[in-house]
T-cell receptor, first 113, second 113 residues
């Protein structure tokens, strides 16, 4: 079974721009969660989508948003990029139970200049 | 609120020896899972082992085993017969009813040949 895939793998943007990251979960998984990893703050939960609905949300500003499609693929959008948004963005998928094991994709490295 | 604490930032082990990584957690939930994830330089987050809180038996996966002390809220990872490929950052994490993963700050493990 194919693992979680994320595109793009690397991205360079400038302040004020917006960016969209994509995540395709493991086949059969209905939940997709997003995490931000930075050296200073570590791994922080952004949000979770299950059956096209946001089921849980972390403490991030409204510039961070997401959505999930009927095939469980998910996108994350960050508007008005700030230097502090430079990070590794990890997507994880699971069957959707609570609690449940989450499997991660390779991540998208975002650099904001 | 859930918290996960990894107090040791770095550890080193001789190849073929055994090493134990420590983790403590805090939660008010009764149904939760605990995990150890490995993050090598590629930054891909890889699941090492999972422990369901309701299970008394400690989980094992080949050379990896845990010591789960529920009353003490302690969850340590033992790596036996350490290999060069075990060198990575290791994260302890907890998932509860809200399905999000709460991570510790991680520990960098180096393996000496």
């Amino acid at each position: 079974k194919a693992g979680v895939t994320q595109t793009p793998r690397y991205l360079i943007k400038t302040r004020g721009q917006q960016v969209t990251l994509s995540c395709s979960p493991i086949s059969g998984h209905r939940s997709v969660s997003w995490y931000q990893q930075t050296p200073g703050q570590g791994l922080q939960f952004l949000f979770e989508y299950f059956s096209e609905t946001q089921r849980n949300k972390g403490n991030f500003p409204g510039r961070f948003s997401g959505r999930q499609f009927s095939n469980s693929r998910s996108e994350m959008n960050v508007s008005t990029l700030e230097l502090g948004d430079s990070a590794l963005y990890l997507c994880a998928s699971s069957l959707g139970g609570r609690p449940e094991t989450q499997y991660f994709g390779p991540g998208t490295r975002l650099l904001v200049l | 609120a859930q918290t996960v604490t990894q107090s040791q930032p770095e550890m080193s082990v001789q190849e073929a020896e055994t090493v134990t990584l420590s983790c403590t957690y805090d939660t008010s939930e009764s149904d939760y899972y605990l995990f150890w994830y490995k993050q090598p330089p590629s930054r891909q987050m890889i699941l090492v082992i999972r422990q369901e809180a309701y299970k008394q038996q400690n989980a094992t996966e080949n050379r990896f085993s845990v010591n789960f002390q529920k009353a003490a809220k302690s969850f340590s990872l033992k790596i036996s017969d350490s290999q060069l490929g075990d060198a990575a950052m290791y994260f302890c994490a907890q998932a509860g009813a809200n399905s999000k993963l709460t991570f510790g700050k991680g520990i960098t493990l180096s393996v000496r040949p």
